[in-house]
């Protein structure tokens, strides 16, 4: 079946770092992929996503490729903030639409 | 356009007891699924409703159930709650005709079964 395995954090980070969250993805078609975001205390919110071999999503400095060569999707920032304090989650999806995600990556940005 | 929402934001039950969460789709989405979110882990697909049918299932017992109204808004049920039935309960809506699939999601009920 589909999974997704992402990188365990928690990953700690200085203002204006870098930061790469890596994700690897099982699945037996062409799924899409989604990186989504948790703040504390709130619900899912899609950061970004690819659809197709190749693509880049991005959104608010973050991106992640669509690799199926590698079957990886992994995000990037290349300057991180303290507002990027949060939970990542690597997800991905089929075409019954069912989202199959990532256990998550906690990411804290120290000033 | 008004998100997705959800009632209650907590709620807490004993162990045996019902549960019913509710769910309202975003404006024009058709679909709904629901996902269970433990602490610390990643949410896990339960069902989708998809015109008043569910649309598929994931790996939970038959005392978790669903129905979809007309109007798309959904409830979960869940029966004999047990502890490990502790979590953050989210749904997300989604419209099949969009082609896509991205699904948006609500702020989530915390349940906590003691």
């Known amino acids: 079946g589909d999974s997704v395995t992402q990188m365990e954090g928690p990953v700690t980070l200085s203002e204006e770092a870098f930061l790469t969250i890596n994700c690897t993805y099982t699945?037996?078609?062409?799924?899409?992929l989604f990186w989504y975001v948790q703040y504390p205390g709130e619900g899912l919110q899609l950061l970004l996503k690819?659809?197709?071999?190749?693509d880049k999503g991005s959104n608010k400095g973050f991106e992640a490729t669509y690799r199926k060569e590698t079957t990886s999707f992994h995000l990037e920032k290349g300057s991180v903030q303290v507002s990027d304090s949060a939970v990542y989650f690597c997800a991905l999806s089929e075409y019954d639409y069912k989202l199959s995600f990532g256990a998550g990556t906690t990411v804290t940005v120290r000033a | 356009e008004t998100g997705v929402t959800q009632s209650p934001t907590h709620l807490i039950k004993t162990r045996g007891q019902q549960v019913t969460l509710r769910c309202s789709s975003q404006?024009?989405?058709?679909?709904v699924s629901w996902y269970q979110q433990a602490l610390g882990q990643g949410p896990q697909f339960i069902f989708q409703y998809y015109r008043e049918e569910e649309n598929g299932r994931g790996n939970f017992p038959p005392r978790f159930s669903g129905l979809q109204f007309p109007n798309y808004s959904s409830e979960l049920n869940v029966n004999a709650l047990e502890l490990d039935d502790s979590a953050l309960y989210l749904c997300?809506?989604?419209?099949?005709?969009?082609?896509?699939?991205?699904?948006?999601f609500g702020p989530g009920t915390r349940l906590t079964v003691l």
């Open positions: 690819a659809t197709k071999a190749d």
């Open positions: 699945a037996t078609g062409y799924p899409s």
């Open positions: 404006s024009g989405h058709n679909t």
């Open positions: 997300a809506s989604s419209s099949w005709t969009s082609g896509g699939s991205e699904q948006f």
